[in-house]
DNA sequence: CAATCATTTCTTGTATACAAAGTACAATCT
DNA sequence: AGATTGTACTTTGTATACAAGAAATGATTG
């Protein structure tokens, strides 16, 4: 028999692994801020554990670019530039047409049938104008087409680099200016899948990162204008 | 005034790094073989260590997929199975399509002449027959481009997905038949990149990977053969 | 003799102790 | 007063101790 109580899941996960999963979430819901130092001690005050699951949880955090190490002195938040936006983005755009080509070889009748759901559902969601709901739509729907490449490497660097800008997400998300185009563009790769249309896929896949990234650079520099006005 | 002496400049390097670096090359050259048990009792003794770093670099290895956990039963040595080496040749061929572009469009001038420089460098690396002397000068080759994007999240990825095929190097490098096109592929990236082509090197980019992928998938397939012949 | 259960041993998971490096602040000297 | 050194304190780096879960071994029973 399956297990009935997820609570319970928790409970055999390594505590290192507890931690990890709650620093990130820390991180990426901006819990914790940008340059704060991770001091061992306190955070193990903090979560009730001792140091050592701390320290393993953060050695994997610094792997994934979410914490940076200074020898000596501990991990601090990794800051999120401009530049280093940018660079997360150039990526994605190059695995996310890769993922929308791949998709169109290798997706499943399922899984085509869960996309076009998928693409409605998104639609109903931005008439809620509820960002959460809207933006779990939107992950729902690429979810679909990146599981849909059957390549396991792909899918979990595509999750890495999605948590980088997961802090950005609301943002683009909550400009109602943009609602039409996202359905539009989602409607778009949807089609293009399903006529097996590569070219158009990846094309649209490109496009539609490309909006993401005007939407999260503003929000960046508006947020970098605020910083340098309250620090005069 | 800077640091005069560079070689106490090891000596500061936290253990758990020594270890990491120490396991990953074990990992990579095969000495560490896929399928081993990494005990960490052993390994402490092995190196010289305790438990504690030898665990927090196992970590680091678990997230860059060098080995797989198994809880209460420690880590061992991940399995390369054909699958997941094409599925990490499907990321790449994007990527170094992705950084070819990019090169186009971003390298210094001092880049596209030790571009050049390393263009030939190869050429007169096959003619050693000496698969190191090759490997090296194909990766220096390799490495400018990537470097030429300036892109460092790009750099680091690309990093970690050459060394899941490191092991497989040395055997489509000593496939003399390939040196010739090798050096052909080499030549046309590099004009192609000075001609400001994107479509060209990217192309050829794409082109190289698969090359790579023929002789890699084929090396693989031997070894399982001989390891089914072995096992009757 | 086989199967099962207890026991022992080995290994990981977690906590803690100790050492060394770094930091901040205050006292001292120029 | 300003700079410098010394000292106390904080924090990381490393080692070790202890607990708990698996695996292997052996004994016991049908």
Redesign the interface.
């Known amino acids: 028999m399956g297990d009935h109580f997820d609570m319970t899941m928790d409970e055999?996960l390594?505590l290192?692994d507890v931690v990890f999963n709650t620093l990130r979430k820390a991180i990426l819901t901006g819990e914790l801020k940008p340059g704060e130092r991770l001091m061992e001690i306190h955070l193990a005050n903090r979560l009730g554990v001792s140091r050592?699951p701390i320290?393993?949880?953060i050695?994997?955090l610094?792997?994934?670019?979410l914490v940076i190490m200074i020898?000596r002195r501990g991990a601090e938040v990794a800051q999120i530039t401009e530049k280093?936006l940018k660079?997360?983005l150039?990526?994605r755009r190059?695995?996310d047409?890769?993922c929308a080509e791949?998709a169109c070889d290798r997706i499943t009748a399922e899984e085509e049938e869960m996309l076009g759901k998928a693409c409605d559902e998104f639609a109903r969601a931005t008439k809620t104008k509820d960002a959460t709901v809207i933006a779990k739509a939107d992950v729902a729907f690429h979810d679909i087409i990146v599981q849909a490449t059957g390549?396991?490497?792909?899918i979990?660097?595509i999750n890495n680099?999605s948590e980088q800008m997961y802090r950005y997400r609301f943002e683009y998300i909550k400009d109602e200016n943009q609602h039409d185009s996202l359905i539009e563009e989602h409607r778009i790769i949807y089609e293009s899948i399903v006529g097996r249309d590569k070219e158009k896929a990846a094309k649209t896949a490109r496009l539609h990162i490309d909006n993401q990234e005007k939407s999260i650079i503003r929000q960046i520099r508006l947020e970098q204008n605020q910083a340098a006005a309250g620090k005069k």
């Open positions: 055999v390594p290192r050592t320290r393993e949880a050695r994997k610094e792997l994934e670019g020898p280093s660079d997360v150039e990526v190059a695995l047409a890769l791949l390549n396991q490497r792909l979990q660097l680099l």
